[in-house]
């Protein structure tokens, strides 16, 4: 059964940077893609991008482009989530996600707890 | 990116009631939809893949249907469990993006 167990809150200054981690079952990180979602304050869900995989390699979201990096450390079957540059706007609840379902479908069946991150000076 | 907007926004309902929630793609998705239903503090939970799959332990009231551009979720019999957030995505090209939400509450 594959578990996503994600870090604590975090609380960064305007200008900084955050990074999320996503802990996972054994395999899971070169068995399935992980997809990073977030969520701000009684809004929609917004995906970020995702990491394949075969190589760890990550594509992005335009919007999240140079300022979005995501990581993984296979040895200790974790994944990481790092935001720069933050704003106000950038408070939310960070979700890790992926998709274990046989198929090309991609649809998301396994969810992280959730991170919340605020920005606030 | 592809654009995903669903209707109505919000809705109220009785419990027993048959309750159907639409969703467009703008640009086509063929199958490439998915459910999902979200409780307030919670993460997501996915009810319906592949535009009509049902994901394994959802129960058979909730249903998916469409192809394209337009796509529908129905649930046949409203139970009070169900008064939640549901939101449709689309995993044809990345990113994957996400309609904006219709909240079910109880009339």
């Known amino acids: 059964q594959v578990q996503l167990l994600q870090s604590g809150g975090e609380v960064k200054k305007p200008g900084a940077s955050v990074k999320v981690s996503c802990k996972t079952s054994?395999?899971?990180?070169?068995?399935?893609?992980i997809h990073w979602v977030r969520q701000a304050p009684g809004e929609g869900l917004e995906c970020l991008g995702r990491?394949?995989?075969?190589?760890?390699?990550?594509h992005y979201a335009q919007k999240f482009q140079g300022r979005v990096t995501m990581t993984r450390d296979t040895s200790i079957n974790t994944a990481y989530l790092e935001l720069s540059s933050l704003t106000s706007d950038d408070t939310a609840v960070y979700f890790c996600a992926t998709s274990t379902l046989p198929g090309d479908w991609d649809p998301f069946d396994i969810w992280g707890q959730g991170t919340m991150v605020t920005v606030s000076s | 990116d592809i654009q995903m907007t669903q209707s109505p926004s919000s809705l109220s309902a009785s419990v027993g009631d048959k309750v159907t929630v639409t969703c467009r793609a703008s640009?086509?998705?063929?199958?490439?939809l998915n459910w999902y239903q979200q409780k307030p503090g919670q993460a997501p939970k996915l009810l319906i893949f592949?535009?009509?799959g049902l994901q394994s332990g959802v129960p058979s009231r909730f249903s998916g249907s469409g192809s394209g551009t337009d796509f529908t979720l129905t649930i046949s019999s409203l139970q009070p469990e169900d008064f939640a957030t549901y939101f449709c995505?689309?995993?044809?090209?990345?990113?994957?993006?996400f309609g904006p939400g219709t909240k079910v509450d109880i009339k």
């Open positions: 592949a535009a009509s």
């Open positions: 054994e395999y899971t990180l070169t068995a399935y893609s």
């Open positions: 640009e086509s998705v063929s199958s490439f």
């Open positions: 990491m394949n995989p075969n190589n760890g390699g990550a």
């Open positions: 995505q689309q995993s044809y090209s990345t990113p994957f993006t």
